[in-house]
């Protein structure tokens, strides 16, 4: 029993220094991930669609969108076919990506700050952080972050609170109860599907 | 009256010279990212009834360009367009009842708006449609119809009416026997434009010689490729094709593989 206790307190001592190391690693990412966001951004002399591809790439590559996609379909996912899941998951994806990059693919003149970092669960950190406008009050973001594979990843966002992912497994839910799963991909590829502006 | 009808014809290049040109000017400086001028060129047009520009007024309304995001004013603009029978404003309207954007789900009124964008030939319409004839959105299933739509989108060179046109011949349909050779040809093509997918069943084609001559040096380069993208069905063909081969056929087909790029902007990529 004792033995059990220090062995306890010993991977304890191990642990919390290490737990205080990823949040550390946490942050370093989200600065990274929003200084390259920022500089996408703000580039000169790209066409909005071209700056939209851009921010699209980093999306891609600062948060794990098969496990966003996963759990936001909840139990449902596991009655997929294997070509469902392939549908599902380059739609969403898909949906994912165009709805951030357009959303922030307009934005200019925000101030991106970080203000600090918790443990979350047994593997993760939250960051947060606040998007300064010049017009409203400023918005408050938190970022959960993993460490998967020596890599972090985003995967979920809290705008003023309101997690991404349970609003979108609500949501989904819906979908799926009034459509089925087809008619729930269908939707999510639509959002994607819109032709852009005509410019000829 | 000989000088009125002389400047009679003056008067309406007058008018109809600067709508023109406002339209461009619009479109540069869309392009520019100055959406505030964009707007002022095409809000006026859009208003006068140009089809085009009640179209683009839609999409600085959807993507919030220039204007606070809208989607309720998107749609009345594109609902304006559809009206004149503009395909892209009856694409992206459809778009929106497919997603239920601003509005619940409607997929009978979406398939009946893809219907007329289609009959002109848009390719997004054409797979969209087929998908909801193959999957029976907003109507009763019509394999015949969906095949007759991937086909002629895949004409087009839209990539993922390309892939389900490849499992059409692949799997067979009703009155429609398996081709492997067309199988193979379709995939092919969706997978030189980069979709992932089509990458994975053109190398398992390839690496059973099905539909074509067996060639395990390309089967693994797109087996490669489509694993690296994280395609799961890759990645057991991979690993059969490289116990197989001799490290000049690996070496040769991951150098192919490094080679490739897809090209950019093609219709329906992935």
Do not use: C
């Not at chain 1, 379909?73 to 898909?94: I, K, P, S, V």
């Not at chain 2, 594109?78 to 009856?90: G, T």
């Amino acid at each position: 029993m004792l033995s059990r206790r220090v062995l306890l307190a010993g991977l304890l001592a191990v642990t919390s220094p290490a737990l205080a190391q990823d949040t550390n690693g946490a942050v370093r990412f989200m600065q990274g991930l929003s200084q390259q966001a920022i500089a996408t951004l703000q580039a000169a002399n790209y066409s909005p669609e071209q700056r939209e591809q851009n921010f699209r790439h980093l999306l891609a590559q600062g948060f794990d969108l098969d496990f966003i996609g996963r759990f936001a379909l909840g139990r449902t996912y596991a009655q997929l076919t294997a070509e469902q899941r392939n549908d599902y998951a380059q739609a969403f994806n898909e949906f994912v990506l165009r709805t951030y990059s357009r959303r922030l693919g307009g934005y200019s003149g925000e101030r991106f700050e970080i203000l600090g970092a918790r443990p979350a669960g047994d593997q993760d950190a939250v960051v947060a952080s606040r998007i300064v406008r010049g017009g409203g009050p400023p918005i408050m973001v938190d970022w959960r972050v993993r460490a998967t594979g020596g890599n972090y990843k985003v995967i979920d966002v809290a705008v003023e609170g309101v997690s991404m992912v349970l609003t979108q497994r609500q949501d989904f839910t819906a979908a799926v109860g009034s459509g089925g799963v087809e008619g729930l991909i269908a939707g999510l590829r639509a959002r994607g599907d819109r032709l852009p502006a005509v410019t000829r | 009256m000989r000088r009125l009808l002389l400047v009679l014809p003056l008067l309406a290049f007058a008018v109809a010279r600067p709508a023109h040109a406002d339209f461009l000017v619009g479109a540069r400086a869309y392009q520019d990212g100055d959406f505030v001028t964009a707007i002022k060129e095409w809000g006026p047009l859009a208003t006068m009834g140009d089809p085009r520009a009640q179209y683009n007024m839609g999409i600085m309304f959807s993507e919030g360009r220039g204007v606070p995001g809208d989607i309720g004013q998107a749609r009345s603009w594109w609902e304006k367009a559809a009206a004149q029978n503009y395909a892209p404003a009856l694409h992206n309207l459809a778009m929106l009842h497919i997603a239920g954007e601003g509005m619940p789900q409607d997929f009978a009124t979406a398939r009946q708006l893809l219907i007329r964008a289609a009959a002109q030939a848009q390719p997004n319409s054409l797979y969209t449609l087929g998908k909801m004839y193959a999957e029976s959105l907003g109507g009763p299933q019509d394999v015949g119809e969906a095949f007759k739509m991937f086909s002629e989108a895949a004409k087009f060179g839209h990539a993922r009416a390309q892939y389900n046109l490849g499992k059409f011949y692949r799997d067979g349909a009703p009155g429609l026997p398996p081709d492997m050779a067309m199988a193979a040809q379709w995939f092919r093509r969706a997978a030189e434009q980069g979709h992932v997918l089509a990458q994975s069943r053109y190398a398992n084609r390839l690496a059973l010689g099905e539909g074509l001559p067996r060639d395990d040096v390309e089967a693994l380069k797109w087996a490669m490729l489509a694993a690296g993208q994280g395609e799961d069905s890759a990645v057991g063909n991979e690993k059969a094709l490289r116990t197989r081969m001799t490290a000049a056929q690996i070496a040769e087909a991951e150098a192919r593989a490094k080679a490739f790029s897809p090209p950019p902007g093609a219709p329906g990529g992935p």
